[in-house]
């Protein structure tokens, strides 16, 4: 597994935002050259004002992923992480970052928490950069405006302090130090960070408001799923927005009721030569919708387990489609389910079969005919007869 942290920034609004920009430059600088690619406990792979990866190496040399996604309110409220890892350990390290305040927000001091969890958790020394890695005072907070209106007290005391250093010295440090935000580089820096992660507004905005529902109901106690699953959702979610199949747009996505664990997906285009893609045309002219509608159910135990998918629109005749919606694949079976697989591979693969398995819109087909119950309960049987029997996989001249 790789370790990767995700940083969503968005656009300034203010001088403060800058700051916090800055700040965020100058400790992610401090994390790359703390944890290289070469360090034997916590690499950092790549990284950037809005995303980070690393990976953590526990003591057998084994490499968890995690991911930290920081909100409109950062650092007011610290990053909101997720653990790609099904190690129980990694998970408890994560949930101690949900409690912090203050400094403790930023990203520098939240790396440097982690990693001390995690040594601690699996039993690892703790490397000696947790305590060393810091950067210049003068960038590691904003300035207190407080501080600059406490009166003749605090420029007694400012000037005490300017009077103890030398003026020069000073005036390197804020050359080496400063990095320069005029409003349209920080623009410019925002519109890359966007175009890096490759997301919209609209499903930037889908995942948090998923962020956002996940902490509430955490702090309310009414988690539902399971966290192996809901990370992993996560990622498949984000990489799916980020995938050129989605954008070009061969297949769409909606979660039914802002649910992680209920999916919509559309397949928009199928093979343009097969018969199907005709029927679909056909569909549009008489419906004004010319897609497939499939249903993704997930459990708590994905990906360990596979989705349960199923057929809800149109009706076809052929395609490895059953009575009652469910989907005659290996692939969907606990047998033949990895959970290596994506959802993006699954989905395109359902389309390719369905193509090959010369799949048909059967138009004039009552309603009713699909519905959950009787494609669970087909696809029941179907499993039940390929434990007992295999899978026959036919020659390759009946295609």
């Known amino acids: 597994h790789t370790c990767l942290i995700h940083f969503i920034k968005r656009e300034p609004q203010n001088f403060g935002t800058m700051a916090c920009l800055n700040i965020l430059k100058q400790e992610i600088k401090a994390i790359e050259a703390g944890f290289p690619k070469s360090h034997d406990r916590l690499q950092i792979v790549s990284a950037s004002v809005d995303e980070l990866t690393c990976k953590f190496i526990d003591m057998n040399d084994r490499k968890h992923i995690i991911h930290a996604n920081i909100t409109e309110t950062y650092p007011q409220s610290p990053p909101v992480w997720f653990s790609e890892s099904d190690d129980p350990r990694v998970s408890e390290a994560v949930a101690v970052l949900a409690t912090t305040s203050g400094l403790d927000n930023h990203i520098l001091y939240q790396v440097k928490m982690l990693l001390k969890e995690l040594c601690r958790l699996f039993s690892a020394p703790v490397p000696p950069e947790v305590d060393t890695l810091k950067v210049c005072p003068s960038t590691s907070r904003p300035p207190d405006p407080g501080l600059m209106r406490s009166g003749a007290d605090g420029q007694q005391q400012q000037q005490a302090d300017d009077s103890d250093t030398d003026p020069e010295q000073d005036l390197e440090d804020e050359e080496e130090d400063e990095i320069p935000l005029e ?26 408001r998923l962020k956002a529902n996940q902490r509430r109901d955490y702090l309310k106690g009414t988690v539902s799923g399971s966290v192996q699953a809901t990370d992993r959702l996560m990622k498949e979610l984000r990489d799916i927005y980020k995938s050129p199949n989605f954008k070009n747009g061969a297949y769409q996505v909606e979660l039914v009721n802002d649910s992680l664990y209920e999916w919509n997906v559309k397949i928009q285009r199928v093979d343009p030569d097969s018969p199907l893609a005709s029927d679909l045309a056909q569909l549009r002219e008489r ?13 708590d135990s994905f990906p360990f387990d596979p989705p ?19 989907l005659c694949m290996e692939l969907m079976t606990p047998q033949g389910w990895s959970s290596a697989y994506t959802i993006e591979a699954v989905i395109m693969q359902i ?13 004039d087909a009552p309603k009713g005919i699909y519905s959950l119950a009787r494609a669970q309960q087909s696809f029941k049987s179907l499993v039940q007869i390929h434990e007992k029997n295999g899978w026959f996989t036919p020659p390759q001249s009946d295609g």
């Open 351 to 363: 389309s390719a079969t369905l193509v090959k398995g010369k799949a048909r819109i059967k138009f």
């Open 287 to 299: 419906e004004g919708k010319g897609h497939i509608l499939l249903s993704f159910m997930f459990k």
């Open 183 to 208: 409003m349209e580089e920080v623009e410019a820096a925002s519109k890359k960070a966007r175009q890096d992660e490759d997301l919209n507004t609209e499903h930037l905005q889908v995942l948090e």
């Open 308 to 326: 349960f998918v199923r057929m809800v629109h149109p009706v076809l005749t052929g395609g490895y489609v059953l009575d009652g919606g469910a």
